[in-house]
């Protein structure tokens, strides 16, 4: 069974920096997606940040300069690194990984969510 683990976050002053982690458990084969998304109060789930193929990154407009998504395939973990953090960036973040053993069998599994408060 594939568990994703998150740690990280808590509460920040504004312009101060976080690291989130989520590390993969279990037998979740290649892993060909990586992903960060977060859904704050009364809003849609966003992404923030993504790894497609362990090359291909991307990043949501309000996020970009500031967060920087990295993985670690041989630990299985994907890290996003959040810098001058703002009152906005406030919300759950979540993780996301998509790994399988072909490619048509390809599963998506979901962090818990780790609260991200910015507030001075």
């Known amino acids: 069974q594939v568990q994703l683990v998150q740690s990280g976050g808590g509460l920040v002053q504004p312009g101060g920096s976080l690291r989130l982690s989520c590390a993969a458990s279990?037998?979740?084969?290649?892993?060909?997606?990586m992903g960060w998304y977060r859904q704050a109060p009364g809003k849609q789930r966003e992404l923030v940040a993504n790894i497609i193929s362990g090359r291909t990154t991307n990043y949501g407009d309000s996020v970009k300069g500031r967060f920087t998504i990295s993985g670690d395939n041989a630990k299985n973990t994907v890290y996003l690194q959040m810098n001058s953090l703002r009152p906005e960036d406030t919300a759950v973040y979540y993780c996301?990984?998509?790994?399988?053993?072909?490619?048509?069998?390809?599963?998506?599994?979901w962090g818990q969510g780790t609260q991200v408060t910015v507030s001075s």
């Open positions: 996301n990984v998509v790994g399988g053993y072909s490619p048509g069998r390809q599963y998506a599994y």
């Open positions: 279990g037998s979740i084969g290649s892993i060909n997606y």
